[in-house]
C-alpha cells in the first residue's frame, strides 16, 4: 500500500539552513505536499509541487522532487525561531483528487538561537 | 469564514463510554474525512467521504462511525471508548474540483480514555 516516511527530529541553529526529507511508494502521486504544524494547531500547506517537477522555489522555501528515487525534500534557507514546528509530508494517492493524502510521521525542527 | 470547526477540543471518558466529535466547515467543500495523530505515527486516515450520503473506510477505521447527512457537517462517533483511542482527531475538508487537493483542517480534538 501507500507509504511515506520521514525522519523524526531535526535540530538547526538559527540562519543556518535545514533540509527536511521524505520518501514515498505512490509513483502515480500526482501532487506531493509539505504541511507545517505549530504547536496546538492543526495542519497548514505549506507549499506543494507537482509531479512533472523537479523543483519549486517560494521565498526561503525549496522543494525538490526525484521521481526515479521517490525522494522529497524541502529546504528553509535562513531558518528562524518561528520555524519551530512539525513538518509533514503527504502524497495523494492515485492520479486524480480523491480527498485523501497519505502522511509521512512528521519532522519535528527545532531551531535554537 | 470560520473554515473547518471542531468540538470538543478536550475530552475525557473512561473505557466503554460513547461519544460524538463534532466538524463542520463553511467552504461548501465535497471533500471531508478524519484523522488521528499519535507521536511518532503521522496522521492515519480513518473515515472519509467524499460528498452528503457516501463515506468509507480510512486506513484504522475499528471502533469508529461516520455519516454524512449533509455537505457541512461530518461527525466521528466513538462507539465503546478504549484507550487505544486515546489521541488527537482532525477533522479535515477540500473541495474536488480544486487540482491541488489541499487539506484544510481543524484545530484538533484530543481525547484521552483513562
Known amino acids: 500500500g501507500e507509504d511515506v516516511e520521514q525522519s523524526l527530529f531535526l535540530s538547526v541553529r538559527e540562519g543556518d539552513s535545514s533540509v527536511i526529507n521524505c520518501t514515498y511508494t505512490?509513483?502515480?502521486?500526482?501532487?506531493l505536499y509539505w504541511y507545517k504544524q505549530e504547536p496546538g494547531a492543526g495542519l497548514q500547506l505549506l507549499t506543494y509541487?507537482?509531479?512533472?517537477?523537479d523543483m519549486k522555489q517560494d521565498q526561503r522555501l525549496t522543494v525538490l522532487l526525484n521521481k526515479k528515487d521517490k525522494h522529497l525534500s524541502l529546504r528553509i534557507a535562513d531558518t528562524q525561531t518561528g520555524d519551530s514546528a512539525i513538518y509533514f509530508c503527504?502524497?495523494?494517492?492515485?492520479?486524480?483528487?480523491?480527498?485523501?493524502?497519505?502522511f509521512g510521521q512528521g519532522t519535528t525542527l527545532q531551531v535554537k538561537p | 469564514n470560520a473554515g473547518v470547526t471542531q468540538t470538543p477540543k478536550f475530552q475525557v471518558l473512561k473505557t466503554g463510554q460513547s461519544m460524538t466529535l463534532q466538524c463542520a466547515q463553511d467552504?461548501?467543500?465535497?471533500?471531508m474525512s478524519w484523522y488521528r495523530q499519535d507521536p511518532g505515527m503521522g496522521l492515519r486516515l480513518i473515515h472519509y467521504?467524499?460528498?452528503?450520503?457516501?463515506?468509507d473506510q480510512g486506513e484504522v477505521p475499528n471502533g469508529y462511525n461516520v455519516s454524512r447527512s449533509t455537505t457541512e457537517d461530518f461527525p466521528l462517533r466513538l462507539l465503546s471508548a478504549a484507550p487505544s483511542q486515546t489521541s488527537v482527531y482532525f477533522c479535515?475538508?477540500?473541495?474536488?474540483?480544486?487540482?491541488?487537493?489541499?487539506?484544510?483542517f481543524g484545530e484538533g480534538s484530543r481525547l484521552t480514555v483513562l
Open positions: 467552504m461548501n467543500h465535497e471533500y
Open positions: 479535515a475538508s477540500s473541495y474536488s474540483t480544486t487540482y491541488t487537493g489541499e487539506l484544510f
Open positions: 467521504s467524499v460528498g452528503a450520503g457516501i463515506t
Open positions: 509541487i507537482f509531479s512533472n517537477m
Open positions: 503527504a502524497e495523494s494517492p492515485g492520479s486524480s483528487n480523491t480527498g485523501k493524502l497519505i
Open positions: 505512490d509513483s502515480s502521486s500526482t501532487y
